[in-house]
């Protein structure tokens, strides 16, 4: 069974920073695509980022280009997002997810197979 568990969620002034990351077990390939997700209160789900494992291909929401990264080792089964100069607006649950994956590009977000639970992250003005 494939489990996605995403962690390292909290509480952070503006400015400050949070590293999320993201567990994987049960997944035996490399080549999987990761994405970061995230729903605001009273918001639809908006990607935030995602990385090709075998491309190394990344995308960015424009909203939080410059200030988040995406990584992933394969090795581990790990990703993070490491995000810096949050703003309040980046308040929500933070969702990782995972699908089998070839492409350069990232699959579009209907296209993720495993979820994990979320991770909760606000910012304070």
């Known amino acids: 069974e494939v489990k996605v568990v995403e962690s390292g969620g909290g509480l952070v002034q503006a400015g400050g920073s949070l590293r999320l990351s993201c567990a994987i077990s049960g997944f035996a390939g490399d080549e999987y695509a990761i994405g970061w997700f995230r729903r605001a209160p009273g918001k639809a789900r908006e990607t935030v980022s995602c990385?090709?494992?075998?491309?190394?291909?990344?995308y960015y929401d424009y909203s939080v280009e410059d200030r988040f990264t995406i990584s992933t080792d394969i090795t581990k089964k790990t990703a993070h997002l490491q995000m810096n100069n949050l703003k309040p607006e980046d308040t929500g649950v933070y969702y990782c997810a995972l699908r089998q994956w070839y492409g350069s590009a990232c699959p579009s977000t209907s296209m993720y197979t495993y979820w994990g639970q979320g991770t909760q992250v606000t910012v304070s003005a």
């Open positions: 990385i090709s494992s075998r491309t190394g291909d990344t």
